[in-house]
């Protein structure tokens, strides 16, 4: 059987007391929340892995770069009792990595619209198209993604192995060509970074037009936290014609990068709160007290931010909010009420061609995201990578096989 490289994360499977484990999770070991189940995480780096062979309706892509994820740190940091802090969907061990672009190799008998030689990407969501929720169109909540006891639909690097290796396999419905971005970047290098960083685009992009439905060209817009999907944000936000865009980071290497892919104002609300200004107050001054049209939330955070957001909206605003925090803040209805603002909450990339529309403003030179790559290792680097990641001074990590 051909081997490859690849880079694995396993754990104990140790549901904490007073998870209320299911049969299923117990028996497929697909687990809803991570947290509560995966204790004393290790990375695993291997030579001698498996290269998977596609099923008919698989395409087999040859991986050329791969970007590390906020999840993928989150996989290997613990808390005091040694539990993963990632906590959402997991099924250990698997091949990480979700944020790719690569080659397809070898198509499976039924595929019908890419073929070997391709340039491709995908997504990370593995929905499957029948269940209620994907027929109503929501993919991005499909029921058998999420549902334990089942093993064909899940996530990309998740519960399904993923991209930090040679080779990948997934369903062609969930794969996007990525040729156009050749003739932008005119390196097939550049082209597949780029390609890298579809999957954390769409996340802004999904938040920001399908789900808070966009904003109109003029607009205010503000990004909380300049991590890979702000920075999405600030990119789209820019192209699509924002008056002003304004965002909150306290890494200096993120804050920088904000304002190369198009931010006008960008602070630390840190040292804002040192100095004893508040950041809404920052918005409404820069906004000349009209408040934002858009907040766009990316870094769940909601106990800090969402008291600045009620503060800054905009009559009419949206807050289209992406970040995650299994926490309960206090909400001010009332400010929604006066503002007549509306919040949108917002998961996931797939459906509603998002996917291909940032393929498109990509090839078009409308954003360019492979500025967010600061740092490029080989895969066989990747332990160094990850010890790198860990001191989050990156905008994005990628890695090339
Ligand atoms: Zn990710
Ligand atoms: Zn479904």
Redesign the pocket.
């Known amino acids: 059987m051909p081997t490859m490289r690849a880079a694995i994360v396993d754990a104990e499977f140790a549901p904490r007391p007073g998870y209320e484990i299911t049969p299923e999770e117990m028996k497929t070991r697909k687990v809803r929340e991570g947290n509560k189940v995966w204790r004393n995480p290790k990375l695993i780096y291997r030579t001698d892995y498996p290269v998977p062979e596609p099923k008919p309706d698989e395409v087999l892509i040859r991986v050329k770069a791969v970007g590390i994820c906020g999840s993928d740190i989150h996989f290997l940091e613990t808390d005091e009792d040694g539990y993963i802090i990632y906590p959402g969907l997991t099924k250990f061990p698997v091949v990480i990595g979700h944020e790719f672009s690569g080659v397809v190799e070898k198509v499976g008998s039924a595929v019908r619209w890419v073929k070997p030689g391709d340039m491709v990407t995908s997504e990370e969501m593995f929905?499957?198209?029948?269940?209620d929720?994907?027929r109503a169109g929501y993919?991005n909540h499909?029921?058998?993604?999420n549902d334990p006891g089942n093993l064909e639909?899940g996530e990309l690097g998740f519960t399904h192995d993923g991209a930090m290796a040679d080779y990948v396999v997934v369903k062609e419905k969930y794969v996007w060509k990525i040729d156009s971005l050749l003739d932008r970047y005119g390196s097939e290098e550049k082209a597949f970074e780029a390609g890298s960083l579809v999957e954390p685009t769409s996340v802004a992009y999904h938040a920001m037009f399908n789900r808070a439905g966009g904003f109109k060209p003029g607009s205010y817009v503000v990004v909380w936290g300049a991590g890979p999907i702000g920075l999405g944000a600030i990119s789209l936000a820019k192209a699509a014609g924002a008056g002003k865009i304004i965002s909150f980071e306290v890494s200096p290497v993120r804050q920088e990068l904000a304002k190369k892919v198009g931010a006008d104002y960008v602070f630390n609300p840190v040292e804002l709160l040192k100095n004893d200004i508040q950041p809404w107050e920052k918005i409404m001054e820069i906004t000349g007290g009209k408040g934002a049209d858009m907040h766009v939330e990316a870094a769940g955070a909601p106990q800090h931010t969402l008291p600045q957001i009620q503060r800054s909206l905009a009559i009419g605003g949206k807050v289209a909010w992406i970040g995650r925090a299994p926490r309960e803040v206090p909400i001010y209805i009332e400010i929604f009420q006066v503002r007549r603002a509306q919040l949108f909450g917002s998961q996931g990339h797939s459906g509603w061609r998002t996917f291909g529309n940032v393929i498109r403003l990509m090839a078009a030179g409308r954003i360019d995201m492979t500025k967010i790559i600061t740092s490029r290792f080989k895969l066989d680097d990747v332990y160094k990578a990850f010890e790198r990641a860990h001191k989050r001074i990156d905008g994005k990590i990628t890695l090339k096989p």
């Open positions: 929905w499957c198209g029948e269940c929720a994907c993919f499909c029921l058998l993604l639909f």
